[in-house]
């Protein structure tokens, strides 16, 4: 069973559209993220989620938004595609107690706008 | 705001070679620190966290330490095989933004056969 699954694993889409990648562990953790990779690698945090508080990254902008139905899921939903857009954006999830603090990440959704 | 700095950042070595990754971070306030591995065109998979208590962890030919006094950690491979060739990446999560992680920009290391 994957522990984190994010889908799609691609998507390519055009400027201006509306798009989601969904975002779904088995964990029973309490804390989901999403995190951006650009083209240079690097990883940069999104957003923090658990049924507590969303902490958001003050540098995203605001056409993204996290949508959580429940503690097991955390989706994506990003407005008005714009070409710097185009990464990879992992889901991850960590536990709130001791000894589940590590990470567990999904395998990426590789976003290409055109 | 935490910088996390990661030297080399690409190291290509014989296999049986001991290397050693280095990580430095700016902020010592933090929570822990993690070590991950990245497959080209994979996600990160987890593989040791050192809790801001803890000097070192080990885990098989891996060893992290951690010394928050200096803002450092180190990630030890002894005895390198092909097959460790990767990203290797670090992250540390601060006490002021829950477990959110800042990484650093990754070494790429090639373990040649």
């Known amino acids: 069973d994957t522990a984190v699954s994010q889908t799609p694993k691609y998507l390519v889409t055009q400027m201006g559209n509306d798009k989601s990648i969904k975002c779904e562990q088995n964990?029973?953790?309490?804390?989901m993220y999403w995190y951006k990779q650009d083209s240079k690698k690097f990883l940069k945090i999104m957003f923090s989620?658990?049924?507590?508080?969303?902490?958001i990254n003050e540098t995203v902008p605001n056409r993204f938004s996290p949508k959580s139905p429940d503690k097991a899921h955390l989706n994506l939903h990003i407005n008005s595609l714009e070409l710097g857009d185009s990464a990879v954006y992992f889901c991850?999830?960590?536990?709130?107690?001791?000894?589940?603090?590590?990470?567990?990440f999904g395998s990426g959704t590789r976003l290409t706008v055109v | 705001k935490q910088e996390v700095t990661q030297i080399p950042a690409a190291l290509s070595v014989p296999e049986g070679e001991n290397l050693v990754l280095n990580c430095s971070f700016t902020d010592s306030a933090i929570y822990n620190l993690q070590w991950f591995r990245q497959d080209p065109g994979k996600g990160l998979t987890s593989l040791l966290l050192?809790?801001?208590?803890?000097r070192e962890q080990t885990s098989g030919r891996l060893n992290a330490s951690l010394d928050k006094s200096s803002g450092r950690s180190t990630l030890y491979i002894a005895a390198s095989q092909p097959g460790d060739s990767a990203t290797y990446l670090c992250?540390?999560?601060?006490?002021?933004?829950?477990?959110?992680?800042?990484f650093g920009g990754g070494t790429r290391l090639m373990v040649k056969p």
């Open positions: 991850a999830s960590s536990g709130d107690s001791a000894p589940n603090y590590g990470y567990t």
């Open positions: 992250a540390s999560a601060q006490f002021n933004a829950g477990n959110m992680l800042t």
């Open positions: 050192i809790q801001s208590s803890q």
């Open positions: 964990l029973g953790h309490d804390t």
């Open positions: 989620y658990n049924n507590k508080e969303l902490i």
